[in-house]
C-alpha cells in the first residue's frame, strides 16, 4: 500500500481499463462477502453481489493511480465503498422510505427475505465496511483518515441526513438550493469519500486531494442529476428499478425541465474534467458512462 505523504512515480498498469478494475472488484468482493449459512448472510451476500457496474471502486481505484499510486493501493477501500452502497440502497427500498419493488432487475432485499432481514443486513454491512479498512495493514493515521472520510459520507453529515432531509423536508422549502444541499448529503458526499480516499491512498498531496474533492462534487451532483432523469424518462424494464419514485417530490426535473437538467449534467461533468484534467482516466471514465446511458447528455 502506499503511505501517505510519499509521491510514487505514476506505473504503467496493463489492468488499469475500467473494466479490468470492475472485474478486479468483483472478485475481491466475493472473497469479502459472508459466507456463513444464515439468511443474513444470504442477504448480505445478495445485496453485496447483485448486478452493478461498481463505479464508486473502480473510481478509488482511478483516484489511486491518478496521483501516482497503484490500483491495489484502493481496492480494499473501493469494496469498504461498495458496502456502504449497497447497504444505503437496501435502506433507500424499504417500504418506510421509497417502498421500491425492483432493484438491479431483481425483487428489492425486502420483498425477498423480509423487512427485518433487510434492515439487519444493511447494519451488518455498514459495520463491515469499517471493519475491512480497520483490518487493513495500513499505517495507523491513514487508517484513522480514510475512516473519517467514509463515516462522515453515511452520517449526520451524509448520508443520513440527505435521505432524511429528502424524505422530511417542507415540500414548499424543495428549491434549487435547497435541492443541491440534499444531494451533496445524499449523494455527493460518498463520491467526494470515494476520490479523495483514493487519492489519499494512493499517496496525492493536498493540492492533488483538493482537485479530488471538486472532481467527486461535480460527480455527485451530475449523477443525482442523472437519477432525477432517469426516474421522469425512463422504464423499469429498461432500468431495472422502479421509476417514477419521485412524483411525489420536487426534484430538478420539476424545477428546470428536462431540457435544462441535461444541460447541468454536462457542465458538472465538463466541471469534474476541468478539477483532474480532461484526458485523465476518471474523467474519461466518467463521460464514457453517461455516454452509455443515452439520455441525450
Same mark, same amino acid.
Given at each position: 500500500?502506499?503511505?501517505?505523504?510519499?509521491?510514487?512515480?505514476?506505473?504503467?498498469?496493463?489492468?488499469?481499463?475500467?473494466?479490468?478494475?470492475?472485474?478486479?472488484?468483483?472478485?475481491?468482493?466475493?472473497?469479502?462477502?459472508?459466507?456463513? &449459512?444464515?439468511?443474513?448472510?444470504?442477504?448480505?451476500?445478495?445485496?453485496?453481489?447483485?448486478?452493478?457496474?461498481?463505479?464508486?471502486?473502480?473510481?478509488?481505484?482511478?483516484?489511486?493511480?491518478?496521483?501516482?499510486?497503484?490500483?491495489?493501493? #484502493?481496492?480494499?477501500?473501493?469494496?469498504?465503498?461498495?458496502?456502504?452502497?449497497?447497504?444505503?440502497?437496501?435502506?433507500?427500498?424499504?417500504?418506510?422510505?421509497?417502498?421500491?419493488? =425492483?432493484?438491479?432487475?431483481?425483487?428489492? =432485499?425486502?420483498?425477498?427475505?423480509?423487512? /427485518?432481514?433487510? %434492515?439487519?443486513?444493511?447494519?451488518?454491512?455498514?459495520?463491515?465496511?469499517?471493519?475491512?479498512?480497520?483490518?487493513?495493514?495500513?499505517?495507523?493515521?491513514?487508517?484513522?483518515?480514510?475512516?473519517?472520510?467514509?463515516?462522515?459520507? %453515511?452520517?449526520?453529515?451524509?448520508?443520513?441526513?440527505?435521505?432524511?432531509?429528502?424524505?422530511?423536508?417542507?415540500?414548499?422549502?424543495?428549491?434549487?438550493?435547497?435541492?443541491?444541499?440534499?444531494?451533496?448529503?445524499?449523494?455527493?458526499?460518498?463520491?467526494?469519500?470515494?476520490?479523495?480516499?483514493?487519492?489519499?491512498?494512493?499517496?496525492?498531496?493536498? /493540492? &492533488?486531494?483538493?482537485?479530488?474533492?471538486?472532481?467527486?462534487? #461535480? %460527480?455527485?451532483?451530475?449523477?443525482?442529476?442523472?437519477?432525477?432523469?432517469?426516474?421522469?424518462?425512463?422504464?423499469?424494464?429498461?432500468?431495472?428499478?422502479?421509476?417514477?419514485?419521485?412524483?411525489?417530490?420536487?426534484?430538478?426535473? &420539476?424545477?428546470?425541465?428536462?431540457?435544462?437538467?441535461?444541460?447541468?449534467?454536462?457542465?458538472?461533468?465538463?466541471?469534474?474534467?476541468?478539477? %483532474?484534467?480532461?484526458?485523465?482516466?476518471?474523467?474519461?471514465?466518467?463521460?464514457?458512462?453517461?455516454?452509455?446511458?443515452?439520455?441525450?447528455?
Amino acid at each position: 500500500m502506499a503511505i501517505v505523504g510519499a509521491r510514487p512515480q505514476p506505473q504503467a498498469c496493463d489492468a488499469c481499463t475500467p473494466d479490468a478494475l470492475r472485474l478486479l472488484v468483483q472478485s475481491r468482493l466475493a472473497e469479502l462477502a459472508p459466507s456463513q &449459512d444464515t439468511l443474513l448472510s444470504l442477504a448480505a451476500r445478495e445485496a453485496l453481489l447483485g448486478h452493478g457496474k461498481r463505479v464508486r471502486p473502480v473510481l478509488a481505484m482511478l483516484a489511486a493511480t491518478h496521483v501516482g499510486g497503484r490500483p491495489d493501493d #484502493a481496492l480494499d477501500y473501493g469494496c469498504a465503498l461498495e458496502m456502504v452502497h449497497a447497504a444505503s440502497l437496501v435502506l433507500d427500498d424499504l417500504p418506510c422510505m421509497d417502498d421500491a419493488a =425492483l432493484r438491479r432487475g431483481q425483487p428489492t =432485499l425486502h420483498r425477498r427475505h423480509g423487512e /427485518d432481514a433487510a %434492515v439487519l443486513a444493511a447494519v451488518a454491512l455498514l459495520n463491515q465496511s469499517t471493519r475491512l479498512i480497520l483490518q487493513s495493514r495500513l499505517p495507523a493515521e491513514t487508517r484513522v483518515a480514510t475512516l473519517d472520510l467514509l463515516t462522515q459520507a %453515511v452520517g449526520f453529515d451524509g448520508l443520513a441526513q440527505g435521505q432524511m432531509r429528502d424524505l422530511r423536508d417542507d415540500p414548499d422549502a424543495r428549491d434549487a438550493l435547497a435541492l443541491r444541499q440534499i444531494n451533496d448529503l445524499k449523494t455527493g458526499g460518498l463520491f467526494v469519500a470515494t476520490v479523495r480516499g483514493g487519492g489519499l491512498l494512493g499517496g496525492g498531496d493536498a /493540492d &492533488d486531494l483538493m482537485r479530488l474533492s471538486a472532481f467527486g462534487e #461535480a %460527480v455527485g451532483f451530475a449523477f443525482q442529476l442523472y437519477d432525477d432523469l432517469l426516474d421522469a424518462c425512463s422504464t423499469a424494464d429498461a432500468l431495472g428499478k422502479d421509476v417514477g419514485q419521485d412524483r411525489e417530490t420536487t426534484t430538478f426535473v &420539476d424545477l428546470w425541465g428536462e431540457g435544462r437538467v441535461r444541460a447541468a449534467v454536462r457542465q458538472s461533468l465538463l466541471s469534474a474534467a476541468d478539477a %483532474v484534467g480532461r484526458d485523465s482516466p476518471l474523467s474519461l471514465y466518467v463521460l464514457d458512462l453517461f455516454q452509455q446511458a443515452d439520455l441525450g447528455i
